[in-house]
């Protein structure tokens, strides 16, 4: 994992000038990946378990033995997204409390709502528990977007979110294999406590001169901000920013398309032709797929230094896979669209939350941004949910087709959201002369991304 610059020379309020070489900084950095993405990565596997499990319960017959309808099947899938809607502001803690306890509290709480939905033997009980498991994700998952930027640059934030977000359609790949009732998440919340730095130059893996290194070069990438407080001027800019509301406009298509895909990809693949247990297993070959393409356009969009462009695309290539369901019956050509919805939507859901990230001048509208593009595209799950019933079955006709309508819309988004910054870049380049767009300035706490010299990443 590369670092950004050949040099780094950095002055520390106290010390006067740091002076690393970008062999100490590539050895610095490199430390905090590993600490940072597999421990996180983990715990968000582990909560998305939770999530996708459902799905496989309900064609290995819990539907039947509890006399679980259709409909009420849906509201077991939406009941845990409005939480997560209703909790998701909690994101802005991320910004103001011990973040190692914060994550601590989170995991356990949703791990031991995991042990307690095992034991349940209604839809009452299911309802109740899964709610409670989305308040206590919606603590977690929304808020590490928020926590990486904290550490990185922006153009090192797409592969880093990447590897974090890529533990989802691992879990989804493995989900059957993997059922277990809570009690590993709790344990890996206890490693979060003792392992997670508290923000930058705080890590715990980290030497002395290390963590110095990473903190100075998250001033550099990020610009200066007081630990610990929220700038509520930046915060209410968040709401008046129309970015955040086309960037929101796109994941809310994208979950739509996708959010719930965990939930119905195996009644989809069974509805293909194949019983309940090999439609379990046939659900794990086109998320390998998404965690490879994720991960590799995740590393080409910080090279290349652009998002739109790939989100356009990858939106396409689901598109191409909802439309090639909805039209064609053949057996093959039908699973072989669900590898591209899987490995077309995906990575765009990755580099959508990137995007989000790259373009909020502060850590305080940051989290405010992830607020308002979480809430909206959250609902997105909602409306998947209503888009599957059996009795669309076996084809679903309607429900693919809105997902491709709605995927194809975003790509357009994307391209009039890229244009816009791209303007906006010029006529600041025009106006004030251009700048290193990868280095934020140190006095952008007010101001946010309205500063003269912050350049948008396209």
């Not at 539907?63 to 997560?84: E, L, P």
């Not at 797409?158 to 989900?175: E, N, Q, V, W």
Request: hydrophobic fraction near 45%.
């Amino acid at each position: 994992m590369s670092t950004l610059h050949s040099e780094s020379v950095v002055k520390k309020e106290e010390d006067g000038p740091i002076s690393y070489s970008p062999e100490q900084e590539k050895l610095a950095v490199r430390k905090l990946d590993w600490t940072l993405i597999p421990l996180l990565g983990i715990l968000y596997l582990v909560s998305f378990i939770d999530r996708g499990n459902i799905g496989n319960a309900y064609t290995a017959g819990l539907g039947s033995a509890w006399k679980i309808t259709s409909d009420q099947y849906a509201w077991i899938v939406q009941i845990y997204y409005i939480a997560y809607i209703c909790f998701h502001w909690t994101i802005l803690l991320w910004k103001v409390v011990p973040l190692p306890l914060w994550v601590m509290i989170m995991a356990i709480g949703w791990g031991a709502m995991s042990m307690v939905q095992a034991a349940t033997t209604n839809f009452a009980g299911i309802m109740v528990t899964r709610f409670l498991i989305g308040v206590f994700e919606a603590g977690f998952a929304p808020g590490v977007a928020l926590y990486l930027s904290f550490f990185y640059h922006r153009r090192e934030m797409g592969l880093r979110y990447g590897l974090f977000i890529s533990f989802s359609p691992l879990a989804s790949c493995f989900a059957s294999a993997m059922a277990f009732e809570g009690a590993p998440t709790i344990l890996i919340a206890f490693l979060a406590y003792f392992y997670l730095p508290d923000g930058p130059g705080h890590c715990p893996t980290l030497d002395a001169r290390q963590n110095e290194i990473v903190g100075a070069r998250a001033r550099v990438g990020r610009g200066h901000e007081e630990e610990g407080k929220l700038n509520f001027k930046q915060v209410f800019s968040a709401f008046f920013d129309y970015k955040n509301y086309i960037q929101a406009a796109i994941i809310f298509s994208l979950n739509t398309a996708f959010g719930s895909l965990p939930a119905f990809l195996p009644t989809i693949i069974q509805a293909i032709g194949f019983t309940s247990i090999k439609a379990q297993g046939l659900s794990a070959p086109p998320y390998l797929l998404a965690y490879i393409t994720c991960l590799g356009s995740s590393f080409l969009s910080d090279r290349v230094g652009n998002r739109g462009f790939f989100i356009t695309g990858f939106c396409c290539v689901g598109a191409v896979g909802y439309l090639l369901l909805n039209a064609v019956h053949t057996t093959a050509i039908r699973y072989f669209a669900c590898y591209l919805v899987c490995a077309g939507v995906f990575p765009a859901v990755a580099l959508t939350f990137t995007w989000v990230t790259d373009n909020q001048g502060s850590a305080s509208k940051r989290g405010a941004g992830l607020a308002i593009f979480g809430m909206i595209g959250q609902c997105g799950p909602i409306l998947g949910a209503k888009l599957f019933p059996k009795s669309d079955g076996p084809y679903y006709s309607k429900g693919m087709a809105i997902c491709a309508g709605l995927l194809l819309g975003a790509a357009a988004l994307a391209q009039i959201l890229s244009l816009s910054m791209r303007l906006q870049n010029r006529k600041r380049d025009k106006d004030h002369g251009k700048v290193d767009v990868d280095s934020v300035p140190d006095d952008i706490t007010d101001l946010g991304d309205a500063h003269p010299s912050y350049r948008f990443i396209l």
